[in-house]
């Protein structure tokens, strides 16, 4: 089983840890990060989606427009788009790049935010229009004449593209969610399904519920894990790092927060602490975060329990050699692509590339063939 590395191309400089710097779209730092993520060894780079936010597919035209290899992850919301268009604008961008291309289907879990852009469904809802919207999707990719299509939200008569994916087997569609609703969706759709950096029995008990809902539709869907490791040259100073990371990231909270997506930043409760979070993914971080600040070999919860799991928040702690040695064990339970950023995002970009992701392609070298986990037995 190969593996897979994706990094994060923001709008602009900022995270937990760091205040929002530049405008909307900063052109210069988009450029920059993805430069640097292709130069030391990513495979993809998420980017990201928000109902406030610049346009995804028209950010990655640019990062496929400045580099040379580097692959997309498209976070793509359905529902605002029709999903026939949608097909054309993400083939069309999978041409000029040259099968670049993936889409990451994020459905949402903020009631809030789906509203500011005019979606009053609820969250059960989104998930069954999403399924529709994966239907046509795939038929606009693969369709070699006109098709119909009825469903509850998309009706389409004699539906037709002509510009299809660059490559036969068509775009990577990656999928998120850990709801009742989300996951039967998943299993018929998914060829990747995407979750947070929980505790390896959390990971091990999801990838079984998503596995057993793809059985029906004869699919064996790849599995992403998104972490924010924190490296040093020893452990202790890994450590440190981590308590120092936390103490910038509550004192940026104090001080009114990052500037970034108020989707990404709720306000805090009187007292500091964040309010329930709407989503089951944030749920699952936040048991885990009950259970302590430092689970299982080196999973840290500390920036999810500040943050009420706020995103993709928790971390693997230590030097590169340990961390790498961590993502095997999730390797091990069939988890083969991994998407990881950090608090300094270009500055870590660089030092993962450098470090972990050879550490991490050594060791699974070193190995020789897979050794299969009872998980994925």
Known sequence: MSAEFIGYVGHFDSSETRRRSGPAVDVPYIESVAKAHEAVGFDRVLVAFHSNSAESILIGQHIAHVTNRLGLMIAHRPGFTQPTLAARQLATLDQFSRGRAAVHIITGGN??????????????????RASEYLDILRQEWSAT?????????????????DVKPFRPEGIP????????????????????YALWGETYAQVAELLGRVRAAA??????????????????????????????????ARALRDAGGSGRSPFNARKQDVGGAAPPPPNEGSR?????????????????????ALTGASGNSTSLVGTPDQVADALLDYYDLGVSTFLIRGFDPLVDAIQYGRELIPAFRRKLAERGTHRPSVAAE
């Open 284 to 304: 699952r971080l936040l048991a885990a975060a009950a259970q302590g600040a430092r689970l299982d070999k080196r999973l840290w919860t500390g920036i999810a």
């Open 145 to 161: 004449a006109p098709f119909d299509y009825e469903g509850r939200y998309y009706k389409v008569a004699r539906g037709f593209g």
């Open 111 to 128: 009631d809030t935010e789906l509203a500011q852009d005019g979606d009053h469904l609820t969250k059960d809802e989104r998930y069954a």
């Open 173 to 192: 569609v990656f999928f998120g969610g850990a709801s009742e609703a989300a996951i039967p969706v998943a299993g018929k759709h998914a060829d990747v």
């Open 215 to 248: 059985a029906p539709h004869s699919r064996s869907p790849r599995f992403s894990l998104s972490l924010r490791p924190i490296l040093a040259d020893t452990e202790e100073e890994a450590w440190a790092k981590a308590d120092r990371i936390l103490a910038q």
